[in-house]
Nanobody, 119 residues
């Protein structure tokens, strides 16, 4: 059974930085796209960033130039470096990984990690 565990969230002041990590465990044969979504209170979940298996990246307009997504397939991990954080970045952040496992290909999700940007 594949599980994703997120870490790195917390409370940070405006202008600060955080780095989120999302590590998968289990029998993984191949990695495809990985990404991060976020959901703020009272809002729909939105895509933050995605990285393909060819290392192509795409970002929400609201985070371009501030956030950087990266991956390490050897560690089954996707990262999100968040710089110059703003109060509007406050949300629960969810990672996903599109993986080929013993039960086939599918999207696996992390449990979510809270990011709060406040002075």
């Amino acid at each position: 059974q594949v599980q994703l565990v997120e870490s790195g969230g917390g409370l940070v002041q405006p202008g600060g930085n955080l780095r989120l990590s999302c590590a998968a465990s289990g029998s993984i044969f191949r990695h495809y796209a990985m990404g991060w979504y976020r959901q703020a209170p009272g809002k729909q979940r939105e895509l933050v960033a995605i990285i393909t298996d060819g290392d192509n990246t795409n970002y929400a307009d609201s985070v371009k130039g501030r956030f950087t997504i990266s991956r390490d397939n050897a560690k089954n991990t996707v990262y999100l470096q968040m710089n110059s954080l703003k109060p509007e970045d406050t949300a629960v952040y969810y990672c996903y990984q599109d993986l080929l496992t013993t039960v086939g290909r599918g999207n696996y999700w992390g449990q979510g990690t809270q990011v709060t940007v406040s002075s």
